[in-house]
Nanobody, 118 residues
Framework: QVQLVESGGDLVQPGGSLRLSCAAS????????MGWYRQAPGKQRELVAS???????NYIDSVKGRFTISRDAAKNTVFLQMNSLKPEDTAVYYC????????????WGQGTQVTVSS
């Protein structure tokens, strides 16, 4: 069982920055793709960014050039650096760990609220 705990969500003005953290309960990065999802009110949850066990990253078009996913294996932590935030980035952000072979094996954090508003 993998436990994920997110932190870093906050209220920020448009154009501001936030860094989200996701602490995993063990050393899982070699076997799991880590992802950040978000869900805005009335919308489906969407994958924002991911990083594979090999370190390859992927982003949705709307955040390319603004968001960066990274990880610190020594701390078992994944980060999402979010710059130039826009009101449409407002959502609950969730951390996900998906097994790189058994895709049905995946875990979720509890979510952290990001609100971009003036």
């Amino acid at each position: 069982q993998v436990q994920l705990v997110e932190s870093g969500g906050d209220l920020v003005q448009p154009g501001g920055s936030l860094r989200l953290s996701c602490a995993a309960s063990g050393s899982i990065f070699s076997m799991y793709t880590m992802g950040w999802y978000r869900q805005a009110p009335g919308k489906q949850r969407e994958l924002v960014a991911s990083i594979t066990s090999g370190g390859n990253t992927n982003y949705i078009d709307s955040v390319k050039g603004r968001f960066t996913i990274s990880r610190d294996a020594a701390k078992n932590t994944v980060f999402l650096q979010m710059n130039s935030l826009k009101p449409e980035d407002t959502a609950v952000y969730y951390c996900n760990a998906r097994h790189r072979i058994i895709a049905s094996t995946n875990y979720w954090g509890q979510g952290t609220q990001v609100t971009v508003s003036s």
